[in-house]
């Protein structure tokens, strides 16, 4: 049964009982065609040559009886019934034998004396009137009366059996109260998700450098912000004595109480504290070391002369080194020319970071013609690379959908499902990849979608996909953009990789870009650690497509507070960096050539390690290898394998089996080959 329509809904049985008697009363018109029918009948009854129009009609004008001539035919003849109206003659009229007398009776009145001579006023008229204007006054205090439950329900999604979540967002009390006027909301309707955000209030702090920045006075003077000021702001000793004549002034025009006299409760106290004999940190575990990172230090420590590192995610060039991009270099050497001009300095960034950034970061991602931004419903903050966008978007969720999970592939990048229950989000998952083929398991994945709560949180990753470097085809993605849009379920997508991936920025921005123009409410990561180089800057980009702009602005005043009480300010160097080159046409086309260069060994060392897989005849089917996209490849190793490829042979990768490509080299591609041969023979 329908959630909304179970008996044991709270509010079932007064809804009920209110809408019966409503129905009840709410055609006062049939009400008194009834009384009058009825009246009718006995009237009929009242003697010979009286009938039943003669005793409740008056005689009528002209114009009366040519609106009952006329209408009574359009009647008849909606009904299929022949247009001439024929009446019965009233009870006790003998039928005589002329054709006059038994012609049929119409109610042709005017110019006819004889007949309208017949019909005299009879109180009796006004019995069904009165009637009918009764019920219609009792069915108006029927709508307003205070015994009514209040027609203003919130309710939150139910589930049901048939896993379709249903929710009643509200139940208007408009001018009509028939069902007609029930007003159910879904997740899939009009709206947003961020609709009763307010509005933060300003930073005290940061409110102070922007009352300042607005300020004309030549005098003006900020001594808000907590930053060392040398010359052109700060305390100066030229205005020593200007600030000490303003205090002076004020404390005068508002004179300062002393605060009351009391006891102050951490005096008088003549006990010693006590010493603290053991450490307030005695219980905590040691955790276990990042699978990831724990590699790298690994390979930090093994002497072998032929160790080789495929567990990091970072670019290597074919020397196994990593590579800083010179367009890079060339956005350093600006900024270094800028701070030395005075233009840029080291002192904080606003809240949000540099619009400069992450706008144009945003433009990259989603293209010149994207609607939202048209539109100026995006609201975006620069953040701490990936990790820093991902935590701050779990905040948002945990604070503005609560209750909602999030569901991320199986499987993932680890770090996402660590990452959301800080922030009180639970973590399930979804069926992605599918081990027997190394691809994806799209039936499955779509299955599962289509099983998920609306309101649910879906984390998708626009390309390369990590750590199987699997990805949907376009036909794909728009199958499962539909999925998301119908079942009210909300996308968050994870771009780490763009360019990086094919070697075509738009390309990879396919998925990304198709989902902002289904009108979806979304939440956007961008991370240029890997295709920009900058790992150890921290750059990126949190953007969330609203419903509208007023939505976008009250939502990111909210997002502010979470900023500041996490790190504050972001950092600036590696966003000063990005935004150079990505306002910066000529740079912007040197950068992506440089991409282009990277993505393209990557996809040559899977060619060149697929070619030495079959030329030593390793076990197995390999065309995953070639097939798979971006940094990463899923080989399918096992655990037990993988130590066979450490311990024996000092490659060091992750226990699922996942290689970097970025990693490979060209002369170490039948190194790996065989090893991988001797680990799956080893352990089949």
Partial sequence: MNALHSTTHPNYQSVQQTTDAQRMWSSPALVGALVGCVLVAVAAYHGPGTSA???????????????????????????????????????????????ADNAPHTPEIAGNPAAASRFQWSPLLAIPVIIGAVAYVVSRAMRQTPTQPALKYSLKPIEVPSSVAVAMAGWTSEKSQSRKDMKLCATTTDQSLFEDV??????????????????????????????YRSSMAGLREEKCKYLADAMKDAILTHPSTPPSGGSNPLEGSDEPAAALTDSLFKDV?????DPILGVTQAFKAC??????????????????????????KAAEAKLLELQEAGAINKEYLPIDGIPEFYSAALKLMLGDDCTPLKEGRVCSVQCLSGTGGLRLAAACIGQF?????????NPTW???????????????????????????????????????????????HACAHNPTGVDPTEEQWAEIASIVKKRGLVPLIDSAYQGFASGDFDKDAWACRYFAEQGMELYLVQSFAKNMGLYGERTGVL?????????????????KPFIRTMYSSPPQHGARIAELILNDPQQLEAWKAEVKVMADRIIKMRQLLYQELKANECPGEWEHVINQIGMFT???????????????YSIFLTKDGRISMAGLREEKCKYLADAMKDAILTHP
């Fill in 53 to 99: 129009i003669e005793a409740f009609v008056t005689t009528p004008s002209v114009s009366a009886a040519s609106k009952v001539s006329h209408r009574i035919p359009l009647q008849r003849k909606a009904h299929g019934i022949s247009s001439t109206p024929v009446f019965p003659r009233p009870h006790g009229v003998r039928q005589s034998g002329t054709a």
């Fill in 198 to 227: 307010a509005m933060a209030p300003p930073d005290p702090i940061l409110g102070v450098t922007q009352a300042f920045k607005a300020c004309e006075s030549p005098d003006k003077l900020n001594l808000g912000v907590g930053a």
């Fill in 285 to 289: 575990a040691m955790a276990p070391p």
């Fill in 303 to 328: 002497e072998s002369a032929d160790k080789l590192n495929l567990g990091v995610g970072a670019y290597r060039s074919e020397e196994g080194k990593p590579w800083v991009l010179p367009t890079v």
């Fill in 401 to 409: 959908q609560k209750g909602a999970s999030i569901y991320v592939p």
């Fill in 414 to 460: 680890g770090n996402h499902n660590k990452i959301f229950p800080r922030e009180g989000v639970p973590v399930k998952s979804y069926t992605y990849y599918k081990p027997e083929t190394c691809g994806l398991d799209f039936e499955g994945m779509c299955a599962d979608l289509n099983a998920m709560p609306s309101g649910s949180v879906v984390l998708l």
């Fill in 543 to 559: 953007s969330i497509i609203c419903q509208d702009q007023d939505n976008a602005a009250r939502l990111k005043s909210q997002i």
């Fill in 634 to 648: 899923f080989t399918g190793l096992t655990p037990e394998q993988v130590d066979v490829l450490t311990q024996k």
